[in-house]
């Protein structure tokens, strides 16, 4: 891990159709909505990253989605800033912002590099080829990284999402092992985020087994589930070999799981939150409004992480 650069790089990675795009489309979105009551924005910082984000992020805000990544997009450079504005009206953001270990006083600073590949990168076969040689390189540099499980490939109970996990984190091992070979674990902190957590076939099977209930009035929020239930969910639905295979490669404490939903969920024009009618998907189109949940999180979590390791480390 490089401590001297002052941006935190961050790489995403997981299957094909696993929401990759969506997500990073849904963090221009997610911007737009003065979480914890700061202002934030996303700044693109070179000409290709900026044209990118504005076509995904175009498809999104049509309430469309993106179209599934056919190539590397070479590395996409960002800036996310949150400006906490000088008359918060109470102190529910900025106790937040402590939460994630960001100075409720201070503003946000990120600076991301992601590169998003396409899911098939990621099997076996395909990183034989050579468009992607690289990719194991570019995630083993990065100081942080997010994987997206897809919890719709879990249900059937086949092992999908361990196998992208473990190629390319088996990739990443080699990488970093034959510069170090004292290090036992990978040095990266790890955002697991569980997509997709609006989608009906995961809500109705997380509620039958009594794991994650919406909540059951309109009167209260729409949901905004925790890291500790998003762990209690992805114990539930993933396979322990890929359980085992994140405690394996990466540290407990440099690891947290996020329910993440790019669309969010469906609240009719003027009215609440309905548990009974908030699915925001309608024969596979986006129903509403797009409403990013644990989209920021997760970044805001691996940021501060990062930071607070590297204050320690210069120390
Ligand atoms: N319900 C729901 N479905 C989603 C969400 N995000 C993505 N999807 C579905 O998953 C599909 C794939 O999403 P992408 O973002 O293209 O996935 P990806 O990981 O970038 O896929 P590749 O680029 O093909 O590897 C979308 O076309 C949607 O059908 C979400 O937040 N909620
Ligand atoms: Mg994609």
């Not at 990759?20 to 290709?48: E, Q």
């Not at 102190?91 to 270990?101: Q, S, T, W």
């Not at 394996?248 to 609440?272: C, K, M, W």
């Amino acid at each position: 891990m490089q401590v001297d650069k002052e941006h935190v790089k961050l790489g995403i990675w997981g299957p094909t159709s696993g929401g990759k795009t969506t997500f990073l489309a849904a963090l221009k979105i997610a911007t737009f909505a003065n979480t914890y009551g700061a202002n934030w924005a996303i700044t693109s910082l070179d000409d290709p990253s900026e044209a990118y984000l504005n076509e995904i992020s175009g498809f999104l805000m049509d309430q469309e989605f993106p179209e599934g990544t056919t190539s590397q997009t070479g590395v996409l450079r960002y800036r996310l800033t949150a400006a906490p504005p000088s008359d918060w009206l109470s102190n529910i953001g900025r106790n937040i912002f402590k939460v994630f270990g960001l100075s409720g006083e201070a503003a946000v600073n990120i600076e991301l590099n992601i590169v998003d590949y396409p899911g098939s990168a990621f099997e076996n076969s395909r990183l034989q080829d050579s468009r992607y040689e690289n990719l194991p390189e570019a995630l083993a540099k990065c100081d942080a990284l997010v994987f997206s499980f897809d919890p719709i490939r879990e249900l059937d109970g086949k092992r999908e999402n361990f196998r992208f996990f473990d190629n390319i984190a088996e990739r990443i091992r080699r990488q970093t092992f034959t510069d170090n070979p004292d290090q036992l674990q990978l040095g990266q902190f790890l955002a697991v985020c569980i997509t997709k957590f609006d989608d009906s076939r995961i809500l109705e099977r997380l509620e039958q087994a009594g794991i994650f209930h919406l909540p059951d009035s309109i009167e209260e929020d729409r949901p905004n589930p925790t890291p500790e239930q998003a762990k209690f969910v992805f114990d539930y639905l993933a396979h322990k070999f890929l359980k085992n295979a994140i405690e394996t490669n990466f540290h407990e404490d440099r690891t947290e799981y996020f329910l993440s939903s790019s669309i969010g969920f469906y609240v009719a024009p003027g009215q609440n939150f309905n548990p009974d009618d908030c699915s925001n998907l309608e024969e596979g189109k986006i129903r509403g409004e797009v409403s990013p949940i644990n989209v920021l999180e997760p970044l805001m979590w691996l940021e501060s992480k990062v930071r607070q390791l590297r204050i320690k480390e210069s120390r």
